[in-house]
């Protein structure tokens, strides 16, 4: 389970199968801190770096890799756009570079959302 709780200093704590992730809010007073877009574009740079090396272990190649992104933040509706990944691999991997696209389009199909999350609202005295 995840939960987003009430953290230090007036930001929030995310805990993750017992893992704590401090989010301060981003603001002027925290500039460098994580906004949710950085977040959610992480969650998908690290979903394509682990799919990655579980390809690269699995045919024997070197399993070295990193991922980078860049995206721009439209404002009217609020949304992202040009998100960008770039994952980077050893050239020893260049002979099945057709075959991990494939594999890493494919995992990242799977993770999409199809519909909405169901939302539920909880009021707690």
Do not use: K, Q, Y
Not at 5 to 16: D, N, V
């Amino acid at each position: 389970a995840l939960f987003v709780i009430p953290g230090r200093g007036g930001g929030l704590r995310a805990s993750i199968r017992g893992h704590l992730l401090e989010l301060a809010e981003p603001s002027p007073a925290h500039r460098l801190a994580p906004t949710p877009d950085d977040l959610f574009i992480t969650s998908i740079a690290s979903e394509l770096a682990w799919s990655t090396r579980h390809f690269l272990r699995a045919h024997g190649l070197p399993d070295d890799v990193s991922v980078s992104a860049e995206w721009r933040r439209l404002e009217n509706p609020p949304r992202l756009a040009d998100v960008g990944l770039t994952i980077t691999v050893d050239e020893a991997v260049e002979a099945m570079s057709d075959s991990l696209e494939d594999a890493l389009a494919g995992r990242i199909a799977a993770r999409a959302l199809g519909e909405p999350p169901r939302l539920r609202l909880r009021c707690v005295s």
